[in-house]
C-alpha cells in the first residue's frame, strides 16, 4: 500500500469575478522513501496539489477527490487531526525562505517552534536539537547562527534553514516547492546533496516541485507532468527522460541547452503559444493549440493511457515526433 495516495484531486477557486479550475482530477501515489517530481510550466497546478494535501489553500478553495495518507483521508480530516499532521508527519519546505521565516524571530526560536509544539520538547532541550539540526543540513557555525535572523543569513542558509524545520520531527513525507530556485549553481548543487542525505538518513519520502529538469535527473526517482492543472504524463525518470510520450513533455526536454548547438547564437528550441487561461479551460486537449500534431481527435479530452509497464501519458499520438525530430 502506498504511504500517500492521491485519487481524483480537484480544486476550484470561487470569487466574485468566477471560477479558476486550478487542479483538474489529479491522481498519483508516493511510496515510502520514494523521489517523486512534479514537473510544469509556472502556474500549471503544482504547489496547488500540494499545498492542497495538507489543506494550507485559502478558503476559497474548494476541494473535492481523496488523498489518503497512510489510510487517513486528509482531505476529510478535521483540523485538529490535520494539526497533528503538518510538521510532524508530512512537512513542507515553501518556495520562497526569506518570505516563509519570520523577520522579527531569531532562527533558533523558529525551529524550536516545531519541536516545542509535537515533540513537546523544552526550552532548553529544544535548543539542542535545533544545533544538532542546524549542523545536520550543513550551517557553518551553528552555535552563532541560532541567534541570528533570517536577513542576516544567505539565501543558501535560509534554504537550509526551511529544510532543517520541515525534519525537525523526522516527517515521513516532505514535500520541497522549488527549493533551488534563485540559487547559483554552488548552492543548488549543495542542496540536492543534502535533500539525498535526509533521504537516505531518514527514509523520508519527497515530493519534489520544480521546473528544472536538470533537478528532476539528478534526484527523482518518478516523474509526473502537469499542464494546465491536469496531469499528462507519468513515468520512471529514466524512461521519461529516454523516451518521452506527451508532445510537451518532448517540448520541455527539446528547449533545454544542448552542448552540441552549432553557435551561441543559435536559437534554443521553445513551444509555441501560451498556456489557456484556468478560468476557460477547453472541453479538449488543453495542450492542442500549441501542438504540431494535433487533429480532429484532439479536440476530446485525452485519458491518461498506458503507453508502457510504468508509463502513462494523456495524448491521442503518443510517443509522435514533434519537435527538433523528437
Known amino acids: 500500500m502506498p504511504l500517500l495516495e492521491v485519487d481524483d484531486l480537484s480544486v476550484r477557486f470561487e470569487s466574485d469575478e468566477g471560477s479558476v479550475h486550478a487542479v483538474d482530477r489529479v491522481s498519483f501515489s508516493l511510496e515510502a522513501g520514494e523521489v517523486l517530481a512534479m514537473v510544469g510550466e509556472s502556474g500549471c497546478g503544482k504547489s496547488v496539489t500540494a499545498m492542497s494535501l495538507l489543506r494550507l489553500l485559502p478558503h476559497s478553495a474548494r476541494l473535492s477527490g481523496a488523498a489518503r495518507f497512510e489510510g487517513r483521508d486528509l482531505l476529510a480530516a478535521d483540523e485538529a487531526s490535520l494539526r497533528k499532521v503538518r510538521g510532524r508527519e508530512i512537512s513542507f519546505v515553501f518556495q520562497e525562505p526569506m518570505t516563509s521565516l519570520n523577520p522579527v524571530f531569531t532562527v533558533g526560536r523558529q525551529v524550536g517552534e516545531v519541536l516545542r509544539h509535537h515533540l513537546g520538547l523544552s526550552r532548553a532541550e529544544a535548543r539542542d536539537r535545533t544545533l544538532e539540526l542546524l549542523e545536520l543540513v550543513g550551517i557553518p557555525a551553528p552555535g552563532r547562527r541560532i541567534d541570528e535572523y533570517p536577513h542576516q543569513l544567505s539565501g543558501g542558509m535560509r534554504q537550509r534553514v526551511m529544510i532543517a524545520t520541515a525534519i525537525a520531527c523526522n516527517p515521513k513525507v516532505l514535500i520541497a516547492d522549488e527549493p533551488t530556485t534563485a540559487l547559483d549553481v554552488t548552492i543548488q548543487a549543495g542542496i540536492l546533496d543534502l535533500m539525498r542525505d535526509i533521504r537516505q538518513r531518514l527514509g523520508t519520502a519527497i515530493i519534489l516541485i520544480t521546473h528544472d529538469l536538470g ?41 533545454l541547452p544542448r552542448s552540441g548547438r552549432r553557435s551561441i547564437d543559435e536559437p534554443l528550441q521553445e513551444i509555441p503559444g501560451v498556456v489557456p487561461s484556468l478560468a476557460q479551460l477547453p472541453d479538449a486537449c488543453a495542450f492542442a493549440p500549441r501542438c504540431p500534431r494535433a487533429d480532429d481527435e484532439c479536440r476530446k479530452v485525452p485519458r491518461l493511457e498506458p503507453v508502457g509497464p510504468a508509463h502513462r501519458a494523456a495524448c491521442f499520438h503518443p510517443g509522435e515526433a514533434v519537435w527538433n525530430g523528437r
Open 215 to 255: 533537478v528532476v535527473a539528478d534526484v527523482a526517482d518518478r516523474v509526473m507532468v502537469m499542464y494546465a492543472g491536469r496531469k499528462v504524463e507519468e513515468a520512471p525518470a529514466r524512461e521519461l527522460f529516454a523516451d518521452p510520450q506527451h508532445p510537451y513533455t518532448t517540448g520541455l526536454l527539446a528547449a
